[in-house]
């Protein structure tokens, strides 16, 4: 397998939009050395000179690139004919919806239009009929720049303002709008657009277009919240599927990374070992996977870390035993765990899809377990919030057995009984619980500045989950939980402990 390093793109589709550039060249020929098969989509002439110079640099060049020959200029889609007098003003009306549809048809075709690939799965002699999805979409297309001084009367008039509308607003509108129905809902797909340097750097007569450059900066972070999971960059964080859907048992997905347990960094070694023992343990046949998405809840916020089987066509089985979150690089998940065959013709390489599958078992304990700690949580503050001076929820563990929530301030055991009766009362009301995305603002709003989470546990411009129980309390929360509270199941109050000021409240389900 050649180093992932050099091959970030294996595997994955490229679409560039516009070659003229030399940024568009540039970027196709970038993707080629980084493993990507790329299509290039521009006007007819264009692509015969930008081809005739890659092929020259890549043998395998025709088994890469495809091209498509494409007018996306104002003109070409805009181009109906209508003709009656009577029907004039309805034509006029058509013309409209006609060119509107067109443009986006012609971007639609630039997604669907693409090469089937040699998937590892055809290899092994299943057919894969599914075209390769692109992965990432580069916008370079433009005309030619206009330059329009206001000192100049003819210059900058409503028409050349609205002609020059067409590459610079119009497209990457669209273009985004429709990237959004074909990229994978994944944090590995991107889609970029380009602005040029006249946003920061103005030069006379380009008012309009230093205006459209720094609008196009605003609008890229505009998608980027539109569009998520979709990237304006290609960041490889995983996408955390259970924190969007925790019934979600069985996933497809794709490998972007994996490494035998002694390539592992030194701290992401540590997250392995339990003891000194399993050093020594360690083989071999053990790896640590990263895919694009994951159903795996890693061990965190006092939750265990699922188990269960990465599996690829079949016939490649990878028995996760441990998740992690990665101590390395940031906002990946790390699966651990063992190949069922020894034989290196049965492993996952970098581009493989690959289907995840919990253990339903485990995860429904655990987010039993997760819940009624909550649960009780609430159950403590609100009968106790005002009796115990300094109060306050501190970490909590829901690991099976050894499950407890602990507070600031001393929980006299004559609590014990008052504690059960409130829990028994929220888990027989069958609370909603609800899971959202909050922003600092939203706690505020809520009265809760005390829950504001560190900025630096949310990804970049994103919100943080919270998890709300309908009518008790919120808590930011990354684990999985049961919908109402009654699906925790009897919950029992254990003891009570006290140390060094704060108190610890063990429970059970059954
Ligand atoms: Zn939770």
Not at 6 to 15: D, P, R
Not at 200 to 222: D, H, M, N, Q, V
Not at 272 to 279: H, I, L, N, R, S
Request: aromatic share 6%.
């Amino acid at each position: 397998m050649p180093p992932t390093t050099y091959q970030k793109l294996l595997n994955k589709h490229v679409l560039v939009i516009g070659v003229s550039s030399g940024l568009g060249a540039g970027v196709a020929e970038a993707s080629l050395e980084s493993g990507a098969f790329v299509t290039i989509a521009s006007s007819q002439s264009i692509i015969d000179a930008t081809i005739d110079r890659l092929r020259e640099l890549y043998p395998e060049f025709d088994s890469k690139v495809q091209r498509i020959a494409v007018d996306l200029s104002a003109s070409s889609s805009s181009s109906s004919q209508h003709s009656g007098a009577e029907a004039e003003a309805e034509a006029e009306a058509e013309a409209d919806t006609d060119s509107d549809t067109a443009l986006e048809q012609k971007l639609h075709h630039l997604f669907v239009t693409t090469p089937t690939l040699h998937s590892s799965c055809s290899e092994s002699g299943i057919s894969n009929p599914n075209p390769k999805k692109v992965n990432h979409v580069i916008l370079t297309a433009a005309d030619p720049l206009s330059v329009h001084p206001l000192s100049s009367p003819s210059g900058l008039t409503p028409s050349t303002i609205s002609t020059a509308t067409h590459f610079r607003l119009t497209l990457p509108l669209l273009l985004a709008k429709v990237s959004l129905q074909h990229l994978p809902a994944s944090t590995t797909s991107s889609l970029t657009l380009t602005s040029g340097t006249l946003a920061k750097k103005p030069s006379p007569g380009c008012a309009l277009l230093s205006y459209f450059a720094g609008g196009l900066i605003s609008l890229t972070k505009a998608l980027a919240l539109e569009m998520k999971p979709v990237r304006g960059s290609t960041a490889a964080r995983t996408y955390l599927a259970f924190h969007h859907n925790a019934k979600l048992y069985k996933l497809s997905t794709v490998v972007s990374a994996i490494k035998p347990f002694s390539a592992l960094e030194e701290a992401n070694k540590l997250l392995f070992k339990k003891g000194k023992d399993d050093e020594s343990k360690s083989s071999d046949d053990e790896f640590a996977i990263v895919a694009e998405k994951t159903i795996f809840h890693p061990q965190g916020g006092g939750q265990p870390s699922d188990e269960g089987v990465m599996t690829k066509c079949n016939d490649s089985v990878f028995r996760v035993s441990m998740v992690r979150m990665d101590a390395v690089n940031d906002g990946q998940v790390l699966h651990f765990g063992r190949f069922d065959s020894s034989s290196s013709a049965n492993k996952f390489q970098v581009g493989d899809t690959i289907e995840q599958s919990i253990d339903i078992d485990k995860r429904l304990l655990y987010s039993r377990l997760h819940t009624a700690g909550h649960v009780l949580g609430a159950a403590v503050r609100h009968l106790l919030e005002k009796e115990i001076p300094g109060f306050d929820e501190l970490k909590a563990s829901h690991f099976p057995d050894i499950a407890g929530c602990e507070f600031q301030g001393s929980i006299e055991g004559k609590w014990k009984e008052p504690i059960q009766q409130k829990v028994d009362e929220y888990i027989d009301k069958a609370m909603p619980v609800e899971v959202d995305f909050w922003d600092e603002e939203d706690f505020r709003k809520n009265g809760l500045e005390r829950l504001i989470p560190d900025r630096s546990l949310a990804p970049p411009g994103e919100k943080f989950r919270v998890v709300k129980i309908a009518g008790a309390e919120v808590y930011p929360c990354g684990g999985t939980h049961v919908d109402t509270t009654d699906l925790c199941g009897k919950t029992t109050v254990k003891k009570i402990s006290r140390s060094k000021g704060t108190s610890r409240v063990s429970y059970n389900v059954d």
